[in-house]
């Protein structure tokens, strides 16, 4: 008897791992189901997005074209000058063209800067077969986000960086990510918040999203005018130019 009561706590513990586990890929799978399921996600291979960001008393235009598995370019336009970056999906190379800083020629991006452009070119997120890409995911309970209950699950990439979803309990859809990055030895945490979902080809996507850094009340309001899902999309902008255009 003594044996089995010391037993009885670790099976409990146990236990509840792989409830906390199948909790997680049941509510990742309710998520992937409430924005339009599996199939019609992985029907769609090229986005183009299009919408303005107000950031202060400024209103600047932006265009966001992606391909899969992994290639992002993002263009952002204000008083006659567009500032571009981009990833090719190769692992390597990720670059911008600055002109507001001065420069006419591209230039490669270094690892702090291309951090969160590589993560953001994963095409389907980091949810979406979340094994075969290194992710791990735990189910963390319960969270207010302005008064409001969520579903909160941590996502740790391969690369040993965290993201934070908070999902609403009734629609199963994110409405917040915190991000955490970890780029030599220094710690960077921002997040974004989710509204005003739409479908397109069949898939729900967010056309209003507030993101900043985490320690910072200021928000950068991005409302996308117009998503389009397979439209056609030239693989050469993506890759690093060798002159300016």
Known sequence: MRLSLRILPLLVFAFTGVLLAQTAEELIAKNIQAKGGSEKIKAIHSLRKSGKMQSGSFSIDVVEESLVP?????????????????????????????????????????????????????????????????????YLGHELVDGDDTYRLRVTLKNGDIIYYYLDPDTYLEIKTETIQHIRGAVREFLSEFGSYKKVDGVYFPFSVASGSKESSDRAQLTYDKIEANVPIAESGFKFPTKAK
């Not at 006659?80 to 591209?106: E, H, I, K």
């Not at 291309?114 to 095409?123: N, T």
């Open 70 to 138: 992994d290639r992002l370019r993002q263009s952002v336009s204000l008083q006659g000058m567009t500032q571009v970056m981009a990833y090719d999906g190769s692992g390597t190379t990720a670059w911008q063209l600055n002109p507001f800083g001065g420069r006419r020629d591209p230039e490669l991006l270094g690892e702090d800067e291309q951090r969160g452009l590589v993560e953001a070119a994963d095409f389907y997120g980091p949810l979406i077969d979340y094994e075969k890409k290194g992710n791990t995911i735990a």
